[in-house]
């Protein structure tokens, strides 16, 4: 699915560190009509903290032909 529009916010107390334990992410179509749906995500970590929020829009598309190429086949000019 090709992506229209990535946005991720960051809170305020977010630390770069890898975390030490586990992190619980959270992802959900919000809403998908005529082509196109917006996602959003939420990460929290073990102290109950949502350090990460993010949304994407995308383009949902048809399902490939059984038959039609593969997406690496048609780059490589093969089928």
Excluded: Y
Aim: charged share 25%; aromatic share 8%.
């Amino acid at each position: 699915m090709p992506t229209a529009e990535p946005t991720i916010d960051f809170a305020d107390t977010v630390d770069f560190e890898a975390p030490a334990d586990w992190a619980l992410v959270r992802v959900r179509t919000e809403q998908a009509d005529d082509g196109w749906a917006v996602d959003g995500s939420e990460a929290w970590s073990t102290d109950g903290r949502m350090p990460t929020l993010a949304w994407q829009a995308h383009v949902v598309q048809d399902a490939p032909a059984k038959d039609a190429p593969s997406a690496t086949a048609a780059l490589q000019g093969t089928s």
